[in-house]
């Protein structure tokens, strides 16, 4: 048999009927830890003769169905659930590099990695050096003797920049370097970093792949080396595991991930066609666009666009919020992936100077009046109504 598309592999793999009651719905096994039959097989466990569970943050059979589903999708090796986004980017890092290295990273960031490569690395020892990732050259030059890793954000948040994720892998195994891939704004419907040639996947699975705002959660998916290092070691004694309750709430959601993420795309084309229509929109930022610098390369990397546009109006801060005041559909609120429509002001929120200091936002091309709208599954034209409206105010 072929390899199921996307959308059967969303709903079977990882997961098969629980052995014990032929439960259809992965059990929630809500346990700190596993008994043993005797103590000759905890003693094989333990020492890893045999397979078998010992305690949740070691492993979890809720855990392991929705790391075996998200390796299958992504098509990776082997997959690793974190409490957090941030926690997965943390323990990606600290299983491909240590204090010392040096780490090549885009200046474009979601503020709180840029925060995390910016001040938190560096005060654990960490060389970081932040470049125009869109730039597969100025990648090339700020690699050094001591670079381990080489991590990209593609498309970028907030401004949806592209990184050439061939163009960096080529340059990466060059230098025996491991690339890391945040996949978070496009998910694995849209593309596809591991068979690109990147190493590591990371997602805050809060977002698109739980689709419903209710959990926190991450993943990593890639090399099994690596996994299992990181599984054994920085998750381990780190600690940043996942619950068994939040990891089945996100298999559940991954159950319709493909059909969310084509009504997504969709909509979000619809609305980005329209605000690239109205004067008082300065630009609009969707590779779905034939405007966007890097059209060609999303259509080369990617097999969809995705749900997230952002956009410029004239005015600045003080327009900004306006604007955000006036909408009565899109929720105003600092996160994504959800399926409601859901509005923000980088500017002041998610890359307010107490996280990201001004100029470097500026540096980084996040100017005062841009505006992020994480396109929900909503009707588009009730959407447009509500945009057009609020910005009318202006």
């Not at 990776?76 to 997965?88: L, N, V």
């Not at 491909?96 to 990695?113: E, W």
């Not at 978070?184 to 698109?208: I, W």
């Not at 060609?296 to 005015?315: H, N, P």
């Amino acid at each position: 048999m072929s390899k199921p598309s996307i959308f059967t592999e969303a709903i079977h793999a990882g997961e098969e009927p629980d052995p014990t009651t032929k439960a259809l719905s992965t059990p929630i096994y809500q346990t700190s830890t596993f008994v043993f039959s005797n103590a000759q097989e905890a003693a094989r466990i333990f020492a890893g003769e045999q397979e078998g569970y010992v305690y949740t943050r070691w492993g979890n059979p809720t855990l392991a169905a929705l790391e075996g589903k998200m390796a299958s999708l992504e098509g990776g090796q082997a997959a690793i659930a974190t409490s957090s986004g941030m926690a997965a980017i943390a323990t990606a890092l600290f299983s491909a590099a240590k204090t010392g290295d040096h780490i090549v990273a885009p200046r474009a960031l979601y503020g709180g990695t840029h925060h995390l490569f910016s001040e938190e690395l560096p005060h654990l020892g960490f060389k970081i050096s932040m470049v125009d990732a869109r730039d597969p050259e100025e990648i090339a030059e700020a690699i050094r003797d001591d670079t381990k890793v080489i991590y990209i954000e593609t498309p970028g948040n907030p401004l949806l920049e592209l990184t050439d994720i061939p163009a960096v892998v080529e340059i990466a195994r060059r230098r025996g370097l491991v690339t890391i891939a945040d996949n978070t704004f496009a998910t694995p419907f849209c593309q596809r970093p591991l068979e690109l040639g990147v190493d590591l996947v990371v997602h805050s699975a809060t977002k698109y792949l739980g689709g419903h705002g209710d959990t926190i959660a991450g993943i990593i998916v890639g090399l099994e080396e690596i996994i299992e290092r990181a599984r054994e070691t920085t998750l381990r004694y780190l600690g940043s595991v996942l619950g068994p309750f939040d990891a089945w709430l996100i298999l559940r959601g991954m159950h319709t991930l493909p059909l969310r993420m084509e009504r997504h795309c969709a909509n979000a084309l619809a609305l980005a066609r329209f605000l690239e229509s109205l004067p008082k929109v300065e630009r609009v930022y969707y590779p779905g666009l034939p405007s966007h610098p890097q059209h060609d390369l999303a259509r080369r990397q990617m097999t969809a666009f995705g749900g997230m546009i952002s956009f410029e109006v004239r005015g600045g801060v003080e327009a900004g919020t306006r604007l955000l005041d006036g909408v009565r559909l899109c929720t105003l609120t600092a996160s994504l992936g959800d399926v409601r429509t859901l509005i923000s002001h980088p500017a002041s929120m998610t890359h307010a100077a107490n996280i990201v200091p001004r100029e470097q936002r500026l540096a980084a091309g996040i100017r005062d009046g841009l505006i992020r709208l994480s396109v929900g599954l909503e009707d588009p034209n009730d959407l447009i109504e509500d945009l057009e409206r609020a910005l009318a105010n202006l």
